[in-house]
């Protein structure tokens, strides 16, 4: 290939950690099949294996058969993983010691589409490690074309029951009371690896009788969008729950990275209080292993529940900055058994220290069936403060409101920290708040915490005022 023929720019399409754009306008087969070639040669990976696969939405077919066009071209070996969820492509690339590439657009819209890239061991690939570079060479290869390579061959791999298998071997549901469990895969991926790994399509079956939701596999998403990060999105699983007595709704994003956890009452579950559960299991673990003070990764949105509960545990908990990479990074660097994120992304160090939505439901499914209390009275325990969750207010400058909530709270006793944006803390522990500015839109975003709900009102109400004036 000598020349490719370019009508939109689709260098806006690279973001921090993945690459993300409309179909037809930012991203295109040709856009894509430039940045597998980029993907070859930036990462050193002629004559290596790569491996390709695509969630359910409609162009993903043809963008993974083009990202593998590209890089056969620049003399790597493609394989075709076909249709996988995101953490399936981050198993493939633990177990097979190799890169790789998802097709997703993870919760947005069907006229969306992307790829999330890894290296092997899952390790991600971001802006810090070649996602920018491979987007500087993909946009020169649009203009000049490719260098003339021998082209590696394709093959072709169904990962799916390796993936399955995985999982089951590290959470045994086998002895759990019978659970029934009401799953809202939202059209997404779920839809094929729900029944593959907690229902009975591939391996034998489980006690559980699983209530299927929109298990159809269609990027169109015609039901409800797949982001149950938006309550909205969560109120079909949320009366299916109620109606069907069942014990627990588990609701995943798209590309089923994601999984937010309902009760039997239909009330969400948090996912500070699904970090705090799956943390003191696997401190349990680790500790029954041998290992003296296991680390466990949140971050500084997380409720202040998870490092009390941490510590309680005989763990140690480390702090970090919101996003997969910084995450993923110091999982590494510390070792972690475990990290999870306000925004329902879970990461084990038993899965490459990679998120995923399924291996977290499966804790939660385990801790429910391991014991009789339904699961209401069961995360009850997790969640002794109350939150705000995310609040987004458009400001056009947003370091002057910042400015005002810190000239309201200077010499008062409070801790002020720069971790991520600005936290501030109460040095009685009665509450705590942070203001992150968002780097793409005009927003700042509050997130604050309290032992109850008036100090928490108080809190909230008083900084908004400050940010809105």
Not at 229 to 248: F, M, S
Not at 328 to 344: I, L, Q, T
Not at 397 to 403: E, F, I, Q, T
Request: charged share 20%; glycine share 10%.
């Amino acid at each position: 290939m000598t020349s490719l023929d370019l009508s939109v720019s689709f260098q806006e399409s690279f973001k921090a950690y993945d690459v993300r754009g409309i179909v037809g306008e930012t991203i295109t087969a040709a856009t894509v099949e430039a940045t597998g070639a980029a993907f070859v040669d930036v990462l050193g990976l002629a004559g290596q294996t790569v491996l390709v696969g695509g969630d359910m939405r409609p162009s993903s077919p043809e963008f993974a058969q083009a990202f593998a066009r590209g890089a056969a071209a620049r003399g790597s070996n493609p394989k075709m993983l076909g249709l996988i969820s995101t953490d399936e492509l981050y198993f493939a690339c633990g177990t097979l010691s190799a890169a790789g590439v998802v097709f997703t657009a993870s919760h947005n819209p069907a006229e969306y589409n992307g790829m999330k890239m890894a290296l092997p061991g899952a390790v991600p690939v971001s802006s810090d490690t070649g996602l920018y570079e491979i987007r500087d060479t993909a946009a020169r290869y649009l203009t000049d074309g490719f260098p003339a390579s021998d082209p590696g061959t394709l093959s072709e791999q169904d990962v799916l029951a390796d993936y399955a298998g995985y999982l089951r071997s590290l959470v045994d549901l086998s002895g759990s009371r019978r659970l029934k469990v009401v799953v809202d895969a939202g059209n997404g991926m779920a839809g094929l690896t729900t029944p593959a790994v907690l229902g009975d399509g591939v391996l034998p079956a489980l006690p559980l009788e699983i209530i299927e939701l929109y298990f159809e596999l269609d990027g169109t998403f015609p039901n409800h969008p797949a982001n149950p990060l938006e309550p909205e999105n969560l109120r079909d699983l949320q009366a299916a729950v109620v109606a069907h007595g069942a014990d627990i709704g588990l609701a995943f994003d798209g590309d089923a990275d994601r999984c937010f956890v309902i009760d039997e009452t239909g009330n969400p579950v948090s996912p500070s209080a699904v970090t705090a559960l799956v943390a003191r299991r696997e401190i349990a673990r680790a500790k029954a292993a041998g290992e003296d003070t296991p680390v466990i990764i949140h971050n500084l949105i997380t409720s202040r529940a998870v490092p009390e509960l941490v510590a309680h545990d005989g763990g140690r908990a480390v702090r970090t900055r919101v996003g997969h990479s910084f995450i993923k990074a110091v999982m590494a660097a510390e070792g972690a058994v475990f990290g999870g994120e306000h925004s329902a992304h879970y990461y084990f160090r038993d899965f490459f220290n990679a998120d995923t939505g399924m291996l977290a439901a499966m804790h939660v499914l385990a801790a429910l069936g391991e014991q009789e209390q339904p699961l209401s009275a069961l995360a009850h325990e997790y969640e002794p403060y109350v939150s705000s969750g995310e609040i987004n207010s458009k400001i056009e400058d947003k370091d002057a409101a910042v400015g005002r909530v810190r000239a309201r709270f200077a010499g008062e006793d409070v801790d002020i920290d720069e971790l991520d944006g600005v936290t501030f803390t109460a040095r009685d522990g009665s509450w705590w708040f942070n203001l992150r500015p968002s780097n793409t839109e005009p927003f700042l975003r509050l997130n604050a915490e309290a032992i109850d709900t008036a100090t928490l009102d108080k809190v909230r109400d008083t900084v908004l005022g400050l940010v809105r004036e």
